[in-house]
């Protein structure tokens, strides 16, 4: 069973940091891009940061300069490496990755996502 789980989350000061990080697990044939977003009570769900397989990386306005995204293609990881956090990054964050999954005869590619994790920064 593919899954992605996440985990780093939690309550921190305004000013400090925090790394998520997000395995994928299972049957995979390899992975292409992968990302974190983010969902505040009453807002959409959106793009934080993101990464492809070769390391190029793309960032929300509101986050650049404060976090790093980064990943291990021998460990199926990807990682979000938070400083600088402000009350205003307070979300359940989500992990993301575009996979391409065997089949019995052939392949096949599929998006999947993380449960989420809460991050929450005090002011």
Do not use: H
């Amino acid at each position: 069973q593919v899954q992605l789980v996440e985990s780093g989350g939690g309550l921190v000061q305004a000013g400090g940091s925090l790394r998520l990080s997000c395995a994928a697990s299972g049957s995979i044939f390899s992975i292409s891009d992968m990302g974190w977003y983010r969902q505040a009570p009453g807002n959409q769900r959106e793009l934080v940061a993101s990464i492809t397989r070769g390391g190029n990386t793309n960032y929300a306005t509101s986050v650049k300069g404060r976090f790093t995204i980064s990943r291990d293609n021998a460990k199926n990881t990807v990682y979000l490496q938070m400083s600088s956090l402000k009350p205003e990054d307070t979300a359940v964050y989500y992990c993301n990755a575009d996979l391409t999954l065997p089949t019995q005869y052939d392949i096949r590619w599929s998006t999947y996502w993380g449960q989420g994790t809460q991050v929450t920064v005090s002011s």
